[in-house]
């Protein structure tokens, strides 16, 4: 299967996402906010400091999300927020009043805010927001109607293809072309936490392939170093989840990134890419000065008079690299010098009567 190519998606912001632009980098806050706008709205602060060119955040509504089977469910654990799973999840729950306010206040420092709606009714909620991206969470990647729906909003969508095969992925691309091109596919494996052998960083390649789409990487690892590889290997967007405490109640807060690791991956990440730039094999300035420290020379053994015939024993070869290479060495031997030269004098050109290297 192989389809058009769109490298690039542009934001209503102008802001664009593709390939040869800077990798696009988003904080997924998630539910990691535990239900608490001044948390979230901290963690936003955090992600803009650190450098992160977008937050994203998780929208349910319970009662559409879930069974009433579902919601009565006994929800019991270290990690619950609530006796039932309905109970769980509200406590986890921002407003659409909440996620107006975060909007306003991550594009106030200069972020892109957008969130993965879990259900129909929060999608048409978070619409109303106007955000410049929708995120499709794997969970939904087959979910027929709701994709539908996100291509009818003709905003670029960020589709994640965790727990998918190929066959689920190609549906699901299919349906949101019939509206529109405006799609990054994210390669993801969906284990909290995924172990490394499981993250198949290659697959991002052919789904770049197979859609003629931007690629990134939506990572669940416990490091940094699959996400940086993502990046070297042509993500044009990574999402990672962010936490202020690792050690926090929660799912989530284990494979997410505390504040100083987050800047740390944002920077690390821009140094991946200025080491990307160059596609040609060149001698930089600073290497033309290190090759003449420390390359060597040919230079005569012993004291050479005029008219000597140069043989093996007439020369070496000594830093520092000035002087004619010893890849000449070749051309130096059964040339005739025409004045003396010292011991380890470096042999130059016009030392020489046969021509060398165009020189005489």
């Not at 770049?208 to 996400?227: N, Q």
Request: hydrophobic share 40%; aromatic share 4%; with cysteine.
């Amino acid at each position: 299967m192989r389809c058009p190519v769109n490298t690039c998606v542009t934001l209503r912001s102008g802001r664009a996402i593709g390939r040869g632009l800077p990798c696009f980098i988003v904080a997924e806050v998630g539910n990691n906010h535990q239900g608490s706008l001044s948390l979230a709205r901290s963690m936003v602060e955090e992600a803009a400091r650190a450098g992160a060119d977008a937050v994203k955040f998780q929208k349910r509504s319970t009662a559409a999300l879930l069974t009433e089977a579902g919601m009565r469910a006994p929800y019991s654990g270290p990690n619950s927020f609530g006796p039932t799973y309905g109970e769980h999840r509200e406590a986890l729950e921002l407003s659409m009043h909440d996620m107006a306010e975060l909007k306003a206040f991550a594009e106030s420092l200069g972020m892109v805010f957008f969130a993965s709606a879990w259900d129909m009714d929060s999608l048409e909620a978070m619409h109303t927001l106007r955000p410049e991206l929708i995120k499709i969470c794997s969970a939904d990647l087959v979910n027929t109607p709701y994709l539908r729906r996100c291509g009818e909003m003709n905003t670029p969508v960020v589709l994640s293809t965790g727990m998918s095969s190929l066959a689920q992925t190609d549906r699901a691309v299919a349906e949101l072309r019939r509206y529109h091109d405006n799609i990054i596919v994210l390669h993801c494996n969906s284990s909290y936490p995924c172990p490394e052998d499981q993250i198949c960083l290659p697959v991002m390649h052919s789904l770049r392939t197979r859609y003629g789409l931007p690629t990134g990487y939506s990572g669940h690892e416990r490091g940094i170093a699959p996400t940086l590889a993502a990046v070297a290997l042509g993500a044009v967007l990574v999402e990672r989840h962010i936490t202020l405490d690792r050690t926090m109640r929660g799912t989530d807060h284990q494979v997410s990134l505390e504040p100083a690791q987050l800047a740390e991956l944002v920077r690390m990440i821009r140094e991946v890419e200025s080491a990307m730039q160059g596609t040609e094999k060149r001698i930089f300035p600073g290497e033309a000065e290190a090759a003449c420290k420390l390359r060597k020379s040919i230079v005569a053994a012993r004291d050479l008079p005029a008219g000597t015939v140069v043989t093996e024993a007439d020369l070496a070869v000594k830093s520092p690299g000035t002087g004619l290479g010893p890849d000449t060495w070749d051309n130096v031997i059964g040339n005739t010098l025409t004045r003396d030269v010292s011991k380890d004098e470096q042999i130059l050109p016009e030392m020489l009567a046969m021509r060398l290297n165009g020189a005489a």
